[in-house]
Protein backbone atom coordinates (compact mmCIF):
# COMPACT_ATOMS: atom_id res chain seq x y z
CA UNK A 1 0.00 0.00 0.00
CA UNK A 2 2.47 2.23 0.70
CA UNK A 3 4.38 1.75 -2.76
CA UNK A 4 1.17 2.41 -3.99
CA UNK A 5 1.07 5.95 -2.72
CA UNK A 6 4.53 6.62 -3.37
CA UNK A 7 3.77 6.32 -6.74
CA UNK A 8 0.88 8.24 -6.74
CA UNK A 9 3.06 10.91 -5.17
CA UNK A 10 5.43 10.92 -7.55
CA UNK A 11 3.63 11.39 -10.52
CA UNK A 12 2.27 14.61 -9.38
CA UNK A 13 5.42 15.61 -7.94
CA UNK A 14 7.10 15.10 -11.63
CA UNK A 15 4.07 16.35 -13.69
CA UNK A 16 3.19 18.85 -11.66
CA UNK A 17 6.58 20.59 -11.82
CA UNK A 18 6.31 19.64 -16.05
CA UNK A 19 2.66 21.47 -16.29
CA UNK A 20 4.34 24.53 -14.00
CA UNK A 21 7.24 24.16 -16.30
CA UNK A 22 4.68 25.21 -19.13
CA UNK A 23 3.43 28.20 -17.52
CA UNK A 24 7.11 29.56 -16.62
CA UNK A 25 7.71 29.24 -20.44
CA UNK A 26 4.82 30.91 -21.57
CA UNK A 27 5.12 33.53 -18.63
CA UNK A 28 8.37 34.40 -20.49
CA UNK A 29 7.46 33.96 -23.71
CA UNK A 30 4.44 36.32 -23.81
CA UNK A 31 5.93 39.13 -21.21
CA UNK A 32 9.17 38.81 -23.83
CA UNK A 33 6.73 39.73 -26.78
CA UNK A 34 4.74 42.61 -24.85
CA UNK A 35 8.47 44.53 -24.30
CA UNK A 36 9.03 43.74 -27.50
CA UNK A 37 6.22 45.62 -28.41
CA UNK A 38 6.47 48.21 -25.89
CA UNK A 39 10.25 49.21 -27.15
CA UNK A 40 9.60 48.13 -30.91
CA UNK A 41 12.00 47.79 -33.19
CA UNK A 42 11.27 51.05 -35.64
CA UNK A 43 12.64 49.69 -38.81
CA UNK A 44 12.00 52.55 -41.70
CA UNK A 45 9.89 51.62 -43.75
CA UNK A 46 11.40 50.24 -47.48
CA UNK A 47 10.00 52.36 -50.93
CA UNK A 48 7.83 50.66 -52.99
CA UNK A 49 8.43 50.36 -56.42
CA UNK A 50 5.38 49.42 -58.55
CA UNK A 51 7.18 46.67 -60.05
CA UNK A 52 6.94 44.83 -56.66
CA UNK A 53 3.42 45.31 -56.10
CA UNK A 54 1.44 44.63 -59.44
CA UNK A 55 3.16 41.89 -60.66
CA UNK A 56 1.33 39.27 -59.12
CA UNK A 57 -2.24 37.32 -60.21
CA UNK A 58 -4.47 36.57 -57.85
CA UNK A 59 -7.18 34.12 -57.05
CA UNK A 60 -9.65 35.25 -54.33
CA UNK A 61 -11.78 32.64 -52.57
CA UNK A 62 -15.09 33.53 -50.26
CA UNK A 63 -16.84 30.55 -48.72
CA UNK A 64 -20.51 31.60 -48.17
CA UNK A 65 -22.94 29.58 -46.76
CA UNK A 66 -26.37 31.11 -46.15
CA UNK A 67 -24.74 34.99 -46.29
CA UNK A 68 -26.88 37.20 -47.57
CA UNK A 69 -26.82 39.78 -45.10
CA UNK A 70 -23.19 40.55 -45.54
CA UNK A 71 -21.48 38.68 -48.51
CA UNK A 72 -22.44 41.90 -51.00
CA UNK A 73 -20.79 44.20 -48.58
CA UNK A 74 -17.83 42.16 -48.70
CA UNK A 75 -17.88 41.52 -52.47
CA UNK A 76 -17.80 44.98 -52.93
CA UNK A 77 -14.86 45.97 -51.03
CA UNK A 78 -13.12 43.09 -53.25
CA UNK A 79 -13.88 44.73 -56.45
CA UNK A 80 -12.53 48.39 -54.90
CA UNK A 81 -8.82 46.78 -54.64
CA UNK A 82 -6.52 49.80 -55.81
CA UNK A 83 -5.22 46.78 -57.64
CA UNK A 84 -5.02 46.14 -61.89
CA UNK A 85 -8.65 44.17 -62.23
CA UNK A 86 -6.93 41.53 -64.54
CA UNK A 87 -4.29 40.41 -61.68
CA UNK A 88 -7.20 38.67 -59.90
CA UNK A 89 -10.58 37.05 -60.06
CA UNK A 90 -13.28 36.72 -57.02
CA UNK A 91 -14.57 32.60 -56.46
CA UNK A 92 -17.76 33.16 -53.98
CA UNK A 93 -18.47 29.67 -53.11
CA UNK A 94 -22.22 28.91 -52.32
CA UNK A 95 -22.03 26.39 -49.84
CA UNK A 96 -25.04 25.03 -49.60
CA UNK A 97 -27.20 27.30 -49.08
CA UNK A 98 -30.93 27.71 -48.55
CA UNK A 99 -31.37 31.59 -48.77
CA UNK A 100 -30.49 34.68 -50.97
CA UNK A 101 -27.02 34.29 -51.33
CA UNK A 102 -26.68 33.25 -55.29
CA UNK A 103 -29.32 35.80 -55.71
CA UNK A 104 -27.06 38.57 -54.34
CA UNK A 105 -23.70 37.65 -55.40
CA UNK A 106 -25.24 37.27 -59.13
CA UNK A 107 -25.33 41.40 -58.87
CA UNK A 108 -21.51 41.33 -59.37
CA UNK A 109 -18.83 40.41 -61.92
CA UNK A 110 -17.36 37.81 -59.82
CA UNK A 111 -17.49 33.77 -60.21
CA UNK A 112 -19.87 31.31 -58.46
CA UNK A 113 -18.95 27.98 -57.26
CA UNK A 114 -21.94 26.02 -56.12
CA UNK A 115 -20.90 23.52 -53.80
CA UNK A 116 -24.02 21.56 -52.67
CA UNK A 117 -22.17 17.29 -52.32
CA UNK A 118 -19.95 16.29 -49.70
CA UNK A 119 -22.77 16.86 -46.69
CA UNK A 120 -22.28 17.50 -44.19
CA UNK A 121 -20.31 20.41 -45.03
CA UNK A 122 -17.68 22.75 -43.40
CA UNK A 123 -15.76 25.39 -44.48
CA UNK A 124 -12.77 23.46 -45.60
CA UNK A 125 -14.59 21.11 -47.65
CA UNK A 126 -15.83 24.20 -49.67
CA UNK A 127 -12.45 25.61 -49.90
CA UNK A 128 -10.75 22.08 -51.26
CA UNK A 129 -14.06 21.85 -53.58
CA UNK A 130 -12.86 25.75 -54.80
CA UNK A 131 -9.36 25.12 -55.02
CA UNK A 132 -9.44 22.16 -57.58
CA UNK A 133 -12.13 23.67 -59.39
CA UNK A 134 -9.95 27.12 -59.81
CA UNK A 135 -6.88 24.59 -60.75
CA UNK A 136 -8.53 23.00 -63.34
CA UNK A 137 -8.83 26.66 -64.63
CA UNK A 138 -4.81 26.47 -65.17
CA UNK A 139 -5.20 30.79 -65.20
CA UNK A 140 -1.55 30.64 -63.76
CA UNK A 141 -2.18 32.36 -60.28
CA UNK A 142 0.47 33.21 -57.77
CA UNK A 143 -0.82 33.43 -55.16
CA UNK A 144 -4.44 32.70 -53.21
CA UNK A 145 -6.11 34.53 -50.98
CA UNK A 146 -9.14 33.10 -49.00
CA UNK A 147 -11.85 35.34 -46.90
CA UNK A 148 -15.00 34.65 -44.54
CA UNK A 149 -17.82 36.33 -45.75
CA UNK A 150 -18.27 38.39 -43.27
CA UNK A 151 -14.79 40.37 -43.67
CA UNK A 152 -14.20 43.45 -45.09
CA UNK A 153 -11.21 44.22 -47.33
CA UNK A 154 -9.32 47.32 -46.94
CA UNK A 155 -8.65 48.80 -50.79
CA UNK A 156 -4.80 48.38 -50.83
CA UNK A 157 -5.21 44.84 -49.44
CA UNK A 158 -4.18 43.26 -52.52
CA UNK A 159 -1.31 46.10 -53.26
CA UNK A 160 0.66 45.48 -49.83
CA UNK A 161 -0.17 41.48 -50.32
CA UNK A 162 1.49 41.54 -53.58
CA UNK A 163 4.49 43.32 -52.22
CA UNK A 164 4.79 41.01 -48.68
CA UNK A 165 5.07 37.86 -51.75
CA UNK A 166 7.86 40.24 -53.22
CA UNK A 167 9.80 40.02 -50.43
CA UNK A 168 9.85 36.47 -50.55
CA UNK A 169 7.37 35.26 -48.07
CA UNK A 170 4.84 32.55 -49.02
CA UNK A 171 2.55 32.61 -46.43
CA UNK A 172 0.74 36.04 -45.08
CA UNK A 173 -1.64 36.60 -42.82
CA UNK A 174 -3.17 40.34 -42.85
CA UNK A 175 -3.65 42.33 -39.87
CA UNK A 176 -7.42 41.50 -38.75
CA UNK A 177 -9.20 44.80 -36.83
CA UNK A 178 -12.86 44.58 -35.81
CA UNK A 179 -15.79 45.88 -37.97
CA UNK A 180 -18.17 46.48 -35.47
CA UNK A 181 -15.97 47.26 -32.56
CA UNK A 182 -19.09 49.50 -30.80
CA UNK A 183 -22.44 47.81 -31.91
CA UNK A 184 -23.11 45.82 -28.32
CA UNK A 185 -20.79 45.60 -25.03
CA UNK A 186 -19.93 42.42 -25.87
CA UNK A 187 -18.24 43.26 -29.60
CA UNK A 188 -16.19 45.77 -27.67
CA UNK A 189 -14.77 43.60 -25.38
CA UNK A 190 -14.04 41.18 -28.06
CA UNK A 191 -12.53 44.22 -30.07
CA UNK A 192 -10.35 45.37 -27.54
CA UNK A 193 -8.72 41.74 -26.87
CA UNK A 194 -7.94 41.96 -30.88
CA UNK A 195 -6.57 45.45 -31.01
CA UNK A 196 -4.61 43.69 -28.06
CA UNK A 197 -3.53 40.32 -29.97
CA UNK A 198 -2.07 42.55 -32.89
CA UNK A 199 -0.36 44.92 -30.77
CA UNK A 200 1.57 42.61 -28.54
CA UNK A 201 0.93 39.26 -30.41
CA UNK A 202 1.37 39.24 -34.25
CA UNK A 203 3.68 42.36 -34.25
CA UNK A 204 6.08 41.32 -31.82
CA UNK A 205 6.11 37.56 -33.07
CA UNK A 206 6.79 38.94 -36.35
CA UNK A 207 9.90 41.26 -35.16
CA UNK A 208 11.23 38.36 -33.56
CA UNK A 209 10.97 35.74 -36.47
CA UNK A 210 8.12 33.84 -34.84
CA UNK A 211 5.66 32.37 -37.36
CA UNK A 212 1.76 34.51 -37.32
CA UNK A 213 -1.12 33.31 -36.13
CA UNK A 214 -3.83 32.17 -38.57
CA UNK A 215 -7.10 33.59 -38.38
CA UNK A 216 -8.90 32.16 -40.87
CA UNK A 217 -9.73 35.00 -42.94
CA UNK A 218 -7.27 37.44 -45.15
CA UNK A 219 -4.88 34.78 -45.54
CA UNK A 220 -2.35 34.65 -48.60
CA UNK A 221 -0.70 31.39 -49.51
CA UNK A 222 1.86 31.21 -52.49
CA UNK A 223 0.29 28.72 -55.34
CA UNK A 224 2.94 25.93 -54.15
CA UNK A 225 2.04 26.07 -50.65
CA UNK A 226 -2.16 25.70 -51.55
CA UNK A 227 -1.19 22.79 -54.24
CA UNK A 228 1.17 21.00 -51.22
CA UNK A 229 -1.47 21.80 -47.88
CA UNK A 230 -5.03 21.01 -48.56
CA UNK A 231 -7.39 22.00 -45.56
CA UNK A 232 -7.91 19.44 -42.79
CA UNK A 233 -11.84 18.69 -43.43
CA UNK A 234 -12.22 16.84 -40.21
CA UNK A 235 -11.30 19.77 -38.09
CA UNK A 236 -13.57 22.34 -37.09
CA UNK A 237 -10.45 24.81 -36.72
CA UNK A 238 -8.90 24.57 -40.30
CA UNK A 239 -6.78 27.97 -39.90
CA UNK A 240 -5.30 26.34 -36.88
CA UNK A 241 -4.64 22.98 -38.25
CA UNK A 242 -3.27 24.57 -41.05
CA UNK A 243 -0.98 27.24 -39.40
CA UNK A 244 0.58 24.20 -36.96
CA UNK A 245 0.72 21.82 -39.85
CA UNK A 246 2.73 24.80 -41.81
CA UNK A 247 4.89 25.18 -39.05
CA UNK A 248 5.60 21.53 -38.37
CA UNK A 249 7.02 21.60 -42.11
CA UNK A 250 9.26 24.99 -41.61
CA UNK A 251 6.78 27.10 -43.99
CA UNK A 252 7.01 30.60 -42.21
CA UNK A 253 3.88 32.23 -41.72
CA UNK A 254 4.66 35.97 -42.14
CA UNK A 255 2.13 39.02 -40.61
CA UNK A 256 1.58 41.67 -43.05
CA UNK A 257 0.83 44.75 -41.20
CA UNK A 258 -0.06 46.90 -44.14
CA UNK A 259 -2.93 44.15 -45.43
CA UNK A 260 -5.95 45.00 -43.71
CA UNK A 261 -9.50 43.26 -43.54
CA UNK A 262 -11.90 44.01 -41.13
CA UNK A 263 -13.97 40.91 -39.09
CA UNK A 264 -17.67 41.23 -37.63
CA UNK A 265 -17.48 40.77 -33.94
CA UNK A 266 -20.12 38.92 -32.08
CA UNK A 267 -22.64 40.83 -31.01
CA UNK A 268 -24.53 38.69 -28.29
CA UNK A 269 -23.69 35.96 -25.51
CA UNK A 270 -24.85 33.03 -27.86
CA UNK A 271 -23.05 34.15 -30.26
CA UNK A 272 -19.98 34.12 -28.25
CA UNK A 273 -20.28 31.08 -26.90
CA UNK A 274 -21.10 29.03 -30.23
CA UNK A 275 -18.15 30.41 -31.74
CA UNK A 276 -15.70 29.76 -28.73
CA UNK A 277 -17.21 26.25 -28.16
CA UNK A 278 -16.65 25.35 -32.09
CA UNK A 279 -12.84 26.93 -31.48
CA UNK A 280 -12.58 24.77 -28.44
CA UNK A 281 -13.12 21.56 -29.80
CA UNK A 282 -11.18 22.35 -33.21
CA UNK A 283 -8.13 22.82 -30.85
CA UNK A 284 -8.24 20.62 -29.01
CA UNK A 285 -8.29 18.05 -31.87
CA UNK A 286 -5.40 20.50 -33.42
CA UNK A 287 -3.43 19.70 -30.25
CA UNK A 288 -4.12 16.42 -30.44
CA UNK A 289 -2.46 16.17 -33.91
CA UNK A 290 0.22 18.80 -33.67
CA UNK A 291 1.33 19.26 -29.90
CA UNK A 292 3.61 16.57 -29.64
CA UNK A 293 5.30 16.79 -33.04
CA UNK A 294 5.83 20.30 -32.43
CA UNK A 295 7.11 20.36 -29.28
CA UNK A 296 9.82 17.58 -31.44
CA UNK A 297 10.19 19.93 -33.92
CA UNK A 298 11.77 22.41 -31.50
CA UNK A 299 14.02 19.62 -29.75
CA UNK A 300 15.76 18.89 -33.30
CA UNK A 301 16.05 21.95 -35.02
CA UNK A 302 15.82 24.50 -32.19
CA UNK A 303 13.02 25.97 -34.05
CA UNK A 304 12.07 28.69 -31.88
CA UNK A 305 8.57 28.95 -33.98
CA UNK A 306 7.19 25.54 -33.42
CA UNK A 307 8.13 26.14 -29.69
CA UNK A 308 5.97 29.01 -29.55
CA UNK A 309 3.23 27.31 -31.77
CA UNK A 310 3.64 24.36 -29.15
CA UNK A 311 3.08 26.26 -26.21
CA UNK A 312 0.05 28.50 -28.33
CA UNK A 313 -1.79 25.06 -28.91
CA UNK A 314 -1.18 23.26 -26.27
CA UNK A 315 -2.86 26.34 -24.65
CA UNK A 316 -6.67 24.77 -24.88
CA UNK A 317 -5.90 22.71 -21.88
CA UNK A 318 -4.87 25.70 -19.70
CA UNK A 319 -8.38 25.16 -17.16
CA UNK A 320 -7.39 21.52 -16.59
CA UNK A 321 -3.85 22.52 -15.98
CA UNK A 322 -4.41 25.49 -13.85
CA UNK A 323 -6.42 23.30 -11.74
CA UNK A 324 -3.96 20.41 -11.52
CA UNK A 325 -1.26 22.81 -10.98
CA UNK A 326 -3.27 23.71 -8.20
CA UNK A 327 -3.74 19.96 -6.70
CA UNK A 328 -0.15 19.50 -7.04
CA UNK A 329 1.45 22.58 -5.46
CA UNK A 330 -0.96 21.09 -2.44
CA UNK A 331 -0.52 17.52 -2.57
CA UNK A 332 3.08 17.98 -2.85
CA UNK A 333 3.94 21.27 -0.75
CA UNK A 334 7.11 20.09 1.56
CA UNK A 335 8.89 19.67 -1.71
CA UNK A 336 10.37 20.73 -4.59
CA UNK A 337 7.98 22.81 -7.25
CA UNK A 338 9.26 24.82 -9.95
CA UNK A 339 6.57 27.33 -9.60
CA UNK A 340 7.63 28.16 -5.59
CA UNK A 341 11.48 27.75 -6.36
CA UNK A 342 11.28 30.23 -9.49
CA UNK A 343 9.41 32.84 -7.51
CA UNK A 344 11.97 32.87 -4.27
CA UNK A 345 14.79 33.24 -6.81
CA UNK A 346 13.62 36.33 -8.60
CA UNK A 347 15.39 39.42 -7.08
CA UNK A 348 12.82 42.25 -5.60
CA UNK A 349 10.00 39.78 -6.07
CA UNK A 350 7.01 42.06 -5.28
CA UNK A 351 8.34 44.97 -7.92
CA UNK A 352 8.87 42.99 -10.45
CA UNK A 353 5.26 40.77 -9.95
CA UNK A 354 3.68 44.20 -9.85
CA UNK A 355 5.14 45.49 -12.92
CA UNK A 356 4.28 42.21 -15.25
CA UNK A 357 1.35 41.31 -13.48
CA UNK A 358 -0.36 44.67 -12.77
CA UNK A 359 1.77 47.66 -14.21
CA UNK A 360 1.93 45.88 -18.05
CA UNK A 361 -1.31 44.83 -18.32
CA UNK A 362 -3.84 47.70 -16.64
CA UNK A 363 -1.58 50.83 -17.46
CA UNK A 364 1.07 50.35 -20.18
CA UNK A 365 -1.43 48.14 -22.72
CA UNK A 366 -4.17 50.41 -22.77
CA UNK A 367 -2.10 53.19 -23.38
CA UNK A 368 -0.15 51.63 -25.73
CA UNK A 369 -3.55 51.26 -27.80
CA UNK A 370 -5.15 54.07 -27.11
CA UNK A 371 -2.59 56.16 -28.05
CA UNK A 372 -1.93 53.74 -31.63
CA UNK A 373 -5.87 53.20 -32.62
CA UNK A 374 -7.33 56.27 -31.17
CA UNK A 375 -9.97 54.17 -29.92
CA UNK A 376 -13.10 55.79 -27.32
CA UNK A 377 -12.46 55.68 -23.90
CA UNK A 378 -15.85 53.59 -23.54
CA UNK A 379 -13.71 50.75 -25.29
CA UNK A 380 -10.95 51.35 -22.84
CA UNK A 381 -13.65 50.32 -20.61
CA UNK A 382 -14.15 47.30 -22.33
CA UNK A 383 -10.43 46.35 -21.87
CA UNK A 384 -10.71 46.37 -18.60
CA UNK A 385 -13.76 44.20 -18.82
CA UNK A 386 -12.38 41.24 -20.71
CA UNK A 387 -12.09 39.51 -17.66
CA UNK A 388 -15.78 39.17 -17.67
CA UNK A 389 -15.91 36.71 -20.53
CA UNK A 390 -13.67 34.84 -18.51
CA UNK A 391 -16.50 33.43 -16.33
CA UNK A 392 -17.58 31.49 -19.64
CA UNK A 393 -14.06 29.70 -19.83
CA UNK A 394 -15.23 26.65 -17.56
CA UNK A 395 -18.39 26.23 -19.31
CA UNK A 396 -16.90 26.73 -22.94
CA UNK A 397 -14.50 24.33 -22.47
CA UNK A 398 -16.54 21.09 -21.35
CA UNK A 399 -19.28 22.25 -24.06
CA UNK A 400 -15.83 22.53 -26.07
CA UNK A 401 -15.21 18.59 -25.14
CA UNK A 402 -18.40 17.24 -25.91
CA UNK A 403 -19.04 19.26 -29.04
CA UNK A 404 -19.11 16.94 -31.86
CA UNK A 405 -16.49 17.40 -34.35
CA UNK A 406 -18.62 16.43 -37.59
CA UNK A 407 -21.06 19.69 -37.02
CA UNK A 408 -20.03 23.16 -37.96
CA UNK A 409 -22.24 25.28 -35.82
CA UNK A 410 -22.57 28.40 -38.00
CA UNK A 411 -22.72 32.15 -36.55
CA UNK A 412 -25.36 34.53 -38.10
CA UNK A 413 -23.74 37.38 -39.21
CA UNK A 414 -26.04 40.68 -39.55
CA UNK A 415 -23.18 43.62 -39.93
CA UNK A 416 -24.59 46.43 -42.15
CA UNK A 417 -21.12 48.22 -42.25
CA UNK A 418 -19.59 48.96 -45.37
CA UNK A 419 -15.95 49.36 -46.83
CA UNK A 420 -16.46 53.50 -47.07
CA UNK A 421 -17.91 53.27 -43.12
CA UNK A 422 -14.60 52.40 -42.09
CA UNK A 423 -12.74 54.23 -44.49
CA UNK A 424 -14.41 57.15 -43.96
CA UNK A 425 -13.64 57.38 -40.25
CA UNK A 426 -10.35 56.03 -40.86
CA UNK A 427 -9.86 59.85 -43.20
CA UNK A 428 -11.50 61.62 -40.47
Known sequence: MCGSTDVIFLFFLLSGNFVQLYFIMCMFLYIFLCVIAIFPYNKKEEDINESDIYNHKFAIVVPAHNEEKVIGNLVESLLSQNYPKDKYDIYVVCDHCRDGTIDVVNKYNVNILIHE???????????????????????????????????????????????????????????????????????????????????????PKMLLGLSATLHGKGMCFKTD?????????????EDLEMQMRLVRNGVFIAWGEKSIIYDEEPITIRQYFRRSVRWTKGSIDVARKHALRLFLRFIKYFDFSALEAFLYTVGVYRVLMVVFVIFSLSYTRNHFNLLVWFFNIIPHEEIIMKFVFISIPLVVLPIMIWLEKRISFDMIFAYYMQPFLGIFRVPIFIAGILKSKTIWDTVEHTSSVRIDDIIKKEVV
Not at 191 to 202: K, L
Not at 225 to 237: A, G, N, Q, R, S
Request: charged letters at 20%; hydrophobic letters at 40%; a positive charge.
Open 117 to 203: NNFPSNKAKALNYAINQIFKLAKGYDAFCFFDADSLVHPNFLKYMSYYLSKGYKVIQSQQLPKNPYDSFISKIVSAGQYVTNRFFQK
Open 225 to 237: IVEKFMWDETCLT
